[in-house]
């Protein structure tokens, strides 16, 4: 079976099935949207309110997928970007972290960056906080590289905490439903295209069909014409060798 066909399994070991009695695989639960409870608002530039996923819940997420046992994360680098004193007395600490995020079973990993910054009297307290805050950051951002459930999701327009799916049954009937119409279509909208197909097609012979006409029309119009220039044309050769010999 594919590394991506497991299925999730419960604490137990059993395997998640859904309200259909289907077993939920690992590919199906990490394309399915998260849920409601999953995402956190934020106030954001200009008054926006901005939905995310915290590191807590990406975790908890990254273990229901691929098992407490199923996947590990690596620190990959640490920079320290900034580390400033203000007047205040205060420090101002940033740093970069690169993450990796490897599903252990297939080998397949994800990688990223984040950053993070903190202000604190202490600069040890500042340079842990904004650390802390990098690779949380880097954690999230690779984690959602396998898929909508991670947070990916969360950067589609129009999708935020306010229309997330309520339950994972509402949220796996989503994703069956949109992968239904974008990979097949329902009848009706198979019907309705072939309908549009086939205006479209008669349009085009239509409109062939009337480019055909005014061009026989456009010529029928031109031949008197050309055959009365014919005629004058022979006619006055006609005189001009009559003058010529004419003693």
């Known amino acids: ?20 009695g289907v077993p939920v695989t690992v590919e199906r639960f990490l394309a399915s949207r998260p849920l409601r409870v999953e995402i956190s608002t934020r106030a954001g530039p200009g ?30 680098s640490t920079t320290r970007e900034e580390a400033q004193k203000d007047d205040k007395g205060r420090h101002h600490v940033a740093y970069v972290a690169t993450v990796r995020v490897t599903h252990r079973r297939s080998g397949a990993y994800r990688e990223d960056c984040g950053v993070g910054d903190a202000i ?5 307290s500042a340079s842990g906080n904004a650390l802390k805050g990098a690779v949380t950051d880097a954690l999230k951002r690779a984690a959602r590289q396998f898929g909508e459930k991670l947070g990916n999701s969360l950067y589609h327009d129009g999708f935020n905490a306010n229309n ?10 989503a994703l069956d439903i949109e992968r239904a119409k974008t990979r097949f ?16 097609n008669k349009g085009d012979v239509q409109s062939n069909a009337a480019v055909a006409a005014n061009a026989n029309r456009a010529a029928a119009a031109k031949r008197p014409q ?4 014919q005629q004058h ?10 003058a010529h010999r004419t003693p």
């Open 120 to 124: 604190d009297r202490s600069l040890a």
């Open 226 to 229: 050309q055959q009365s220039a």
């Open 164 to 173: 997330a799916p309520g339950t994972l049954k509402e949220s796996l009937d």
């Open 1 to 20: 079976m594919d590394e991506y066909q497991e299925c999730v399994r419960e604490v137990d070991g059993a395997s998640l099935v859904d309200h259909k």
């Open 47 to 76: 008054g926006k309110k901005l939905s995310y996923m915290g590191g807590e819940t990406v975790i908890k997420t990254l273990n229901d997928a691929f098992g407490y046992d199923g996947w590990s994360s690596e620190v990959r």
């Open 185 to 200: 279509g329902f009848p009706k909208d198979r019907v309705k295209a072939q309908v549009q197909n086939n205006n479209n």
């Open 233 to 242: 044309a022979t006619n006055s050769y006609g005189a001009a060798r009559t």
